[in-house]
């Protein structure tokens, strides 16, 4: 339902930051100029990786910036107790 939808127009330049839950998206880019994107995800010490039935008990994603230069972390699944 998108009756609730709100535009935020943007200055070059500019940022909007929001919860990654929430449904977002943009138009095309009409400009000659190229349209960057930053992701910045913040998990607190408590976030643990639950796989569900078919993912594996382990899994790796690249890191760009942080983590002390490391290029990729791994999360791995707790066993129950």
């Known amino acids: 339902d998108t009756s609730k939808a709100q535009e935020v127009p943007l200055e070059a330049g500019s ?8 449904a977002h998206g943009s138009g095309p880019n009409n400009s000659p100029h190229a349209r960057r994107t930053a992701l910045y995800a913040y998990f607190p ?5 639950t796989p569900s ?27 129950a107790a």
Not at 15 to 22: D, E, R, T
Not at 53 to 75: C, D, S, Y
């Open 45 to 49: 010490p408590s976030v643990r990786y």
């Open 15 to 22: 940022a909007l930051m929001f919860h990654s839950l929430v």
């Open 53 to 79: 039935k078919t993912q594996e008990g382990e899994r790796t994603f690249p890191v760009i910036a942080g983590m002390n230069g490391q290029e990729e972390a791994t999360l791995v699944a707790e066993t």
